[in-house]
């Protein structure tokens, strides 16, 4: 099982850059489809989720969860995983926080080491223009764009070969 993190404080854009992944995933080229979970959410931004879909005659699944600031939510994740054991999960995809016990917590839980070679983390940070300054539109849509190419082209190649 591979891991594909998106690490950063609070507000850096964590949750929104996991949906615009999700929306990727379950359009074409890729055309996964939620076999678990509801997507978009129902209310508010988190979710949890598995897809899957059929490609080259492989069943190919991955979790998806947005939220990791909590206890809870990194708890909710482990038992996620463990209620699809019984799958062949090839990838799990989730934010995480930056530093702080959240971090801790969520490598501890999940039995996993930041410097694994399954697990890869996508840093990210806030974007301070000032609204005043009528730059913060175009920076916060370059750091987007540039972000959403980065991780399409990070989820086409090994290890995570979608």
């Known amino acids: 099982m591979n891991f594909l993190l998106f690490g950063g404080q609070p507000d850096s854009g964590k949750t929104?850059?996991?949906t615009r992944l999700t929306d990727i995933l379950l359009l074409p080229p890729f055309l996964f489809t939620?076999?678990?979970?509801?997507?978009?959410?129902?209310?508010?931004?988190?979710?949890?989720?598995?897809l899957q879909r059929t490609f080259d005659g492989q069943n190919q699944y991955i979790i998806i969860n947005s939220p990791s600031d909590d206890a809870l939510a990194i708890n909710n994740l482990?038992?996620?995983?463990?209620?699809?054991?019984?799958?062949?999960?090839?990838?799990?995809?989730?934010?995480?926080r930056d530093i702080g016990w959240e971090r801790n917590h969520f490598f501890a839980t999940l039995k996993i080491n930041p410097t694994d070679?399954?697990?890869?983390?996508?840093?990210?940070?806030?974007?301070t223009r000032r609204h005043t300054s009528g730059l913060?539109?175009?920076?916060?849509?370059w750091y987007e764009n540039t972000i959403d190419r980065l991780?399409?082209?990070?989820?086409?190649?090994?290890p995570f070969n979608l």
């Open 34 to 50: 939620v076999a678990d979970g509801t997507f978009p959410p129902t209310r508010g931004t988190d979710f949890l989720i598995l």
């Open 16 to 18: 929104s850059t996991v």
């Open 151 to 158: 991780v399409n082209f990070i989820i086409t190649h090994p």
């Open 136 to 141: 913060f539109a175009p920076a916060m849509s």
């Open 78 to 96: 482990r038992d996620f995983i463990i209620k699809h054991s019984d799958k062949d999960i090839d990838v799990v995809v989730s934010s995480v």
């Open 117 to 127: 070679g399954n697990v890869f983390e996508i840093p990210l940070a806030r974007v």
